[in-house]
């Protein structure tokens, strides 16, 4: 019986550090939440696509290799996305006003976009989309607000 109430009280003793702050207690909540304001929706049809992406792998045309992505159907009263539990780190974004739910952003034959897109910091490329650099921003908080504007 001594030899199991010393083992239960090693076990215990062993799940406090030093500085005697339960473990759970050292670990930081490392979540937050990614709001996303929409600006110049320019029609309520069809669905938007946000694309969170952690490194340039795949950034920004495919959404599948994204962190996360989402699809949120676009209604008269949507104004802002959430993207929640994202761990703490830096991320680019990348949206499409996906107008006919196609699952991408239509061009024309010039490669020129027919729907809205727009990227966190609002970042513009020159023949193309942002370089991944330019639309990075760092998650350390428990809410991040991203204002986006779509270009059409």
Same mark, same amino acid.
Do not use: C, Q
């Given at each position: 019986m001594l030899s199991i109430l010393l083992a239960f009280f090693f076990t215990l003793a062993s799940a406090i550090p030093a500085d005697g702050q339960p473990l759970e207690k050292l670990q930081p909540d490392e979540t937050g939440t990614i709001v996303i304001e929409l600006e110049t929706l320019r029609n309520h049809n069809g669905a938007i696509l946000v694309s969170l992406y952690a490194d340039d792998n795949g950034? @920004?045309? &495919?959404?599948? #290799?994204?962190?996360? $992505?989402?699809?949120? @159907?676009? !209604?008269?009263?949507?104004?802002?996305?959430?993207?929640e539990d994202i761990p703490y780190g830096t991320? *680019?974004?990348?949206?499409?006003? +996906?107008?006919? &739910? %196609?699952? #991408?952003? +239509? !061009?024309?034959?010039? *490669?020129? @976009?027919?729907? *809205?897109? *727009?990227? $966190? %910091? %609002?970042a513009r490329g020159r023949f193309g989309p942002p370089r991944f650099a330019d639309v990075l921003f760092t998650l350390d908080s428990h809410t991040h607000r991203l204002n986006i504007t779509l270009n059409y």
């Open positions: 950034f @920004p045309d &495919e959404w599948e #290799k994204a962190f996360r $992505s989402e699809i949120v @159907p676009i !209604t008269a009263e949507l104004r802002e996305i959430r993207l991320y *680019g974004l990348a949206v499409v006003h +996906d107008e006919n &739910e %196609n699952m #991408k952003l +239509d !061009t024309n034959f010039l *490669g020129i @976009p027919r729907e *809205g897109y *727009g990227f $966190s %910091n %609002n």
